[in-house]
């Protein structure tokens, strides 16, 4: 039987066939592979490379991304998405005078995108980006005002009462529905504000320190909704990161629960 010769692949299927591949990646918030794939292709993919830094909490390599001319140019053209990397930095750095500023500009970016989408109506998609984006904006201001009150505590040596926002982070959390890379959006950045407090705060009592985050809890229901939407890795990736971000104390109900999922 003679060989089948290879199917050919014309470069805008090929092209189709990547950007499924990489959204299913994302999915499956295989963040280490992304970034490979993003850095070894053909033209690069600068978005995706920084996209896999920030996952990845490699804020030095958030940052030499963000230098690069294309995504300059994004930032120039008013891209809010890029301007969130850009208070991302701005919070890593500590420079919580320029956090207020850069989140009203990314507001402005924004609203000015939202003004140019169609009537919001019932089932239509259109919105959902920048519903999400403000959601992650408004988390992000929050932990700027956050990281002012750690600072400030940490030299005085006293702790802070952070039990009203956590509260509102656990009631504020993406749609049930919405996809697990969109609440890793979200809760993965709470656990890089979580993991600061901790190494900030490494001075003090366990007991005390374990009540100034809520990485368990955010670990464990990260863990929940990809085990809900049957993504049995990232569910079991979430539970195998708990055990270091937690800082070696955990709640009974924060065990159980990793115990449970």
Same mark, same amino acid.
Request: glycine fraction near 8%; include cysteine; aromatic fraction near 8%.
């Given at each position: 039987?003679?060989?089948?010769?290879?199917?050919?692949?014309?470069?805008?299927?090929?092209?189709?066939?990547?950007?499924?591949?990489?959204?299913?990646?994302?999915?499956?918030?295989?963040?280490?592979?992304?970034?490979?794939?993003?850095?070894?292709?053909?033209?690069?993919?600068?978005?995706?490379?920084?996209?896999?830094?920030?996952?990845?909490?490699?804020?030095?390599?958030?940052?030499?991304?963000?230098?690069?001319?294309?995504?300059?140019?994004?930032?120039?053209?008013?891209?809010?998405?890029?301007?969130?990397?850009?208070?991302?930095?701005?919070?890593?750095?500590?420079?919580?005078?320029?956090?207020?500023?850069?989140?009203?500009?990314?507001?402005?970016?924004?609203?000015?995108?939202?003004?140019?989408?169609?009537?919001?109506?019932?089932?239509?998609?259109?919105?959902?980006?920048?519903?999400?984006?403000?959601?992650?904006?408004?988390?992000?201001?929050?932990?700027? !005002?956050?990281?002012? +009150? $750690? *600072?400030?505590? %940490?030299? /005085? =040596?006293?702790?802070? #009462?952070?039990? @009203?926002?956590?509260?509102?982070?656990?009631?504020?959390?993406?749609?049930?529905?919405?996809?697990?890379?969109?609440?890793?959006?979200?809760?993965?950045?709470?656990?890089?504000?979580?993991?600061?407090?901790?190494?900030?705060?490494?001075?003090?009592?366990?007991?005390?320190?374990?009540?100034?985050?809520?990485?368990?809890?955010?670990?464990?229901?990260?863990?929940?909704?990809?085990?809900? !939407?049957?993504?049995? +890795? $990232? *569910?079991?990736? %979430?539970? /195998? =990161?708990?055990?270091? #971000?937690?800082? @070696?104390?955990?709640?009974?109900?924060?065990?159980?629960?990793?115990?449970?999922?």
């Amino acid at each position: 039987v003679p060989p089948v010769p290879p199917a050919r692949v014309t470069p805008l299927e090929l092209e189709l066939w990547q950007e499924r591949w990489v959204e299913c990646a994302r999915q499956l918030s295989q963040w280490g592979l992304l970034a490979e794939f993003a850095r070894g292709a053909e033209p690069p993919h600068p978005e995706l490379m920084v996209e896999a830094a920030w996952k990845a909490h490699e804020w030095a390599d958030v940052r030499r991304h963000l230098e690069l001319p294309s995504l300059v140019a994004r930032q120039e053209g008013g891209s809010p998405r890029h301007k969130m990397y850009e208070i991302y930095v701005a919070i890593v750095d500590g420079q919580f005078g320029d956090v207020e500023k850069l989140c009203g500009q990314c507001i402005q970016l924004a609203l000015h995108r939202w003004a140019a989408l169609p009537p919001l109506r019932a089932g239509d998609g259109a919105h959902r980006s920048l519903l999400q984006l403000f959601h992650r904006l408004i988390e992000v201001h929050e932990s700027g !005002q956050i990281m002012v +009150d $750690v *600072a400030g505590h %940490a030299r /005085a =040596r006293t702790y802070p #009462d952070f039990k @009203g926002i956590v509260q509102t982070w656990r009631d504020r959390l993406p749609n049930a529905w919405d996809a697990t890379a969109e609440w890793d959006d979200v809760l993965g950045w709470r656990a890089h504000v979580f993991a600061t407090i901790r190494r900030e705060f490494a001075w003090g009592a366990q007991d005390e320190v374990s009540l100034l985050h809520d990485a368990p809890w955010t670990a464990c229901r990260l863990a929940r909704v990809a085990r809900k !939407q049957r993504l049995r +890795d $990232v *569910a079991l990736g %979430a539970l /195998a =990161r708990l055990g270091g #971000d937690a800082g @070696g104390a955990m709640d009974v109900k924060d065990i159980y629960e990793k115990l449970r999922e």
